[in-house]
Structure formats: structure tokens, C-alpha cells
């Protein structure tokens, strides 16, 4: 319910007039903007995946996660942060709508339950962060694999059937996401698959209600 009401006050806020907001279409692997990047504006994803990955000066990169439709990325540049902290590509074909700063700070500023919404969702993602944080951390890389497989199925919205994971994605990007190497990587991913807690079909197809039981698991 309370999913619902968000998507009718955000699609609201995309309906209201023309200027200052843009939708854009991004092939997959296509950046939408880059680390370093002048921070000038917010966008929406209506359609498909983002990505958000960041570079240390080491040049080490990290993946900090991936956003899916109803979901805000760039939105720091409202707190008068100049550039971008992070890099963010689309995953697969995606929409997202691009709304200039000064634009979305006027509708949060004329409008409460568009505001409060808004304020919401950056708490719940911020918390899903730190939540994704501490996993990493404390956690070994078989339920860290298990979890993000979760994740990237989007486990949640779509209850217990299997879900495909599109576009299908390597070992190696699995591997630096996960924050271990690929034959780790390849060694659960069979295991998995000869559990039955996964299979291939023009993607990764996970049985989310198994796959829990990994990251549940003591």
C-alpha cells in the first residue's frame, strides 16, 4: 500500500508540466553519469536497473548497489554536494526521468506527502546500506553471493516463485560485487545449481524461498 502511494505522488510529480524534467532512455551498460561528474540534477527510474559503483584513487572499485524503478539516484547534489560521488550505469534497457535541482527542491518545498515520500525512501535505502555493509563484513562469501542474488532478483516484490535475473551477468562482475574471486564465485554457483537453488535459462534464475535459507543459515 504504502509502495503504491509513493509511485502515484513521484508519477505526480512527473506529470505536473515539462520544464525541468526529461526522460531519457539508456541502453544496458550505458553510463548515466560518471564519478567526478558536475552534480546538477536527480533522476527517476521509471524502467530497468541501475548500477552505482565508485573508484578509489587506487583505482579499486566497489559496487554500492542497484536501484530499480521508483527509485532516486544523484539525489546528494540536493545537499549542495558539486559532484558526483559515484558512478551510475543502467543494467539493462532502462527510463529514467531526469529532474533538474532546482526543480525537485521546489515541488519537496510545495508539497508535504511529496516531501515526506521522498525523505522515506533515502532512509529505507540508507539503511539497506548499511545493512549491505555490515554483510559484507561480518558475513562469508557464499551468503554474500546467495544474498546479492536475492537482491538482484529483487526478492520481496515477487513473492516465492523463481526469478530471472536479467541481463544475465558474469562470474567476474559477480565476483567484484561480492568483494571475492571468481573461483569462489564459480565454486557456489555450482553448488547452487546442483542444489537446485538455481538455473540457467538465457539468465540466472533463482528460487528465492531456497536461496534464503543460505543467508539464513548459521
Not at 515539462?18 to 527510474?45: H, M, N, T
Not at 546479492?148 to 530471472?164: D, I, N, R, T, Y
Request: positive net charge; aromatic residues 6%.
Amino acid at each position: 500500500m504504502k509502495i503504491a502511494r509513493e509511485k502515484k505522488l513521484f508519477n505526480g510529480l512527473l506529470e505536473e508540466g515539462v520544464e525541468g524534467k526529461r526522460p531519457l532512455r539508456f541502453k544496458p551498460k550505458q553510463r548515466i553519469y560518471s564519478q567526478g561528474d558536475p552534480a546538477e540534477s536527480v533522476f527517476l527510474i521509471e524502467e530497468g536497473k541501475a548500477i552505482l559503483t565508485v573508484v578509489s584513487r587506487s583505482g579499486k572499485e566497489a559496487t554500492l548497489g542497484v536501484l530499480h524503478p521508483g527509485d532516486f539516484l544523484g539525489e546528494s547534489c540536493l545537499n549542495g554536494q558539486p559532484f558526483r560521488a559515484h558512478t551510475a550505469t543502467a543494467w539493462e534497457t532502462s527510463l529514467l526521468v531526469r529532474i533538474e535541482k532546482d526543480v525537485l527542491l521546489q515541488a519537496l518545498h510545495n508539497d508535504s506527502a511529496l516531501a515526506e515520500a521522498f525523505v522515506g525512501q533515502l532512509l529505507a535505502r540508507n539503511i539497506q546500506f548499511q545493512e549491505d555493509l555490515c554483510a559484507q563484513l561480518f558475513n562469508h562469501s557464499e551468503k554474500r553471493l546467495a544474498r546479492l542474488l536475492l537482491k538482484l532478483a529483487h526478492f520481496g516484490e515477487k513473492g516465492s516463485q523463481p526469478v530471472k535475473i536479467v541481463p544475465k551477468l558474469s562470474h567476474e562482475i559477480l565476483a567484484e560485487m561480492v568483494g571475492t574471486t571468481r573461483s569462489r564465485v564459480n565454486y557456489f554457483m555450482n553448488k547452487f545449481k546442483k542444489s537446485e537453488l538455481i538455473r540457467y535459462d538465457h539468465g540466472i534464475v533463482v528460487h528465492p524461498r531456497l536461496l534464503t535459507e543460505v543467508v539464513l543459515k548459521d
